[in-house]
């Protein structure tokens, strides 16, 4: 009976140390494997720290040698402050020096500043005054090449103009040359329009008042002296009278030749040997724009001519 008792014991001893054992087996295994999860994090973790591990060795290698940069900048900078101190030193003893200057200054220097504030105003006032002028100029300017334009063709026929007055001269010189007489004919003479009488000289036909003539008459030969007939003849280009309101006919003589003329003025005249005669003819009508000539005549024929231009 104590045997039995014995085994039932021992069977239930065991039957517990199983169930024991069951539980502790079953503990362990939940353990193995929450360690085993737990070792995977743990390996994830130092994998990751590894990585970071070796970030932070290329951050240092890189901070090594910007430290060592900023150790060669910082020594420079040192021996820049060092020097700069220096030169502030210097400079506050010539600051010191230039305090005592600058109050002996400071009340002219207001002054001063006035008259400068003012002078920035009248600048300013002139630079305006310049940028409106500029503005002008440049539309001047705009005008101008149009007018240049405009003037270059006055000038082409400023010069075929002149080129017809030269040949017109030309061929009342061969004219004078070849009707005149040898002894007795007019010299220096010279041709004006003026707007009136003893007024400046015009070229405008529309303001045209007075004709003024001037000639010598030098060396007359005696025979040639005395009292004659003198005879102021305007014509155009073509030899056509211009309008006069009291036209004077004449007639004279032109290489031994009667011809007969309408002169605008006529006046009996004392020839001596030398002196210079003068007509002052004035103008009835305006005359036009062209070419005139201007003839002088006496009862023995032609004593010279010449020519001008109305525009």
């Known amino acids: 009976m104590n045997s039995n008792r014995t085994w039932g014991i021992v069977a239930a001893l065991l039957a517990l140390f199983l169930v024991i054992a069951g539980l502790w087996g079953f503990r362990l295994n939940n353990e193995k494997t929450d360690l085993t999860s737990a070792n995977a994090e ?25 430290f060592e940069d900023l150790s060669v900048e910082n020594e420079t900078l040192i021996k820049e402050l060092k020097d700069e101190k220096s030169r502030v030193s210097r400079r ?12 002996s200054t400071q009340d002219n220097a207001a002054g001063e500043i006035a008259s400068l504030k003012n ?12 940028q409106e002028n500029i503005t002008s100029l440049v539309y001047q300017n705009d005008s101008l090449k149009g007018v240049t334009g405009i003037l270059e063709s006055d ?16 061929t009342i010189q061969k004219e004078v040359s070849n009707l005149t007489l040898a002894n007795f004919k007019a010299s220096a003479f010279r041709v004006e329009v003026a707007k009136k009488k003893a007024t400046k000289v015009t070229s405008k036909g529309r ?9 010598d008459l030098t060396n007359v030969p005696e025979k040639y002296q005395g009292v004659r007939p003198i005879y102021l003849v305007i014509t155009d280009d073509k030899a056509t009278p211009v309008k006069l309101d009291n036209p004077i006919k004449a007639q004279v003589s032109v290489n031994g030749q009667k011809q007969d ?13 030398n002196q210079r005669l003068s007509f002052n003819h004035k103008l009835g009508d305006k005359l036009q724009s062209g070419f005139y000539r201007v003839a002088v005549y006496t009862d023995l024929g032609l004593l010279g001519a010449s020519s001008f231009r109305l525009r």
């Open 155 to 170: 000038l082409r026929i400023a010069k075929d103009e002149n080129i017809m007055l030269n040949n017109l001269n030309n």
């Open 119 to 130: 002078q920035i105003q009248d600048l300013i006032n002139t630079k305006f005054a310049l």
């Open 261 to 273: 003329i309408l002169a605008a003025e006529a006046k009996e005249t004392n020839i001596v040997d």
């Open 42 to 66: 743990l390996e994830t973790q130092f994998n990751d720290m590894l990585s970071l591990k070796e970030e932070l060795e290329v951050e240092v290698d890189s901070m090594s040698v910007a």
């Open 207 to 215: 303001r045209a008042k007075n004709i003024q003539v001037s000639f």
């Open 92 to 103: 506050n003893v010539k600051i010191k020096g230039l305090r005592s200057d600058l109050k």
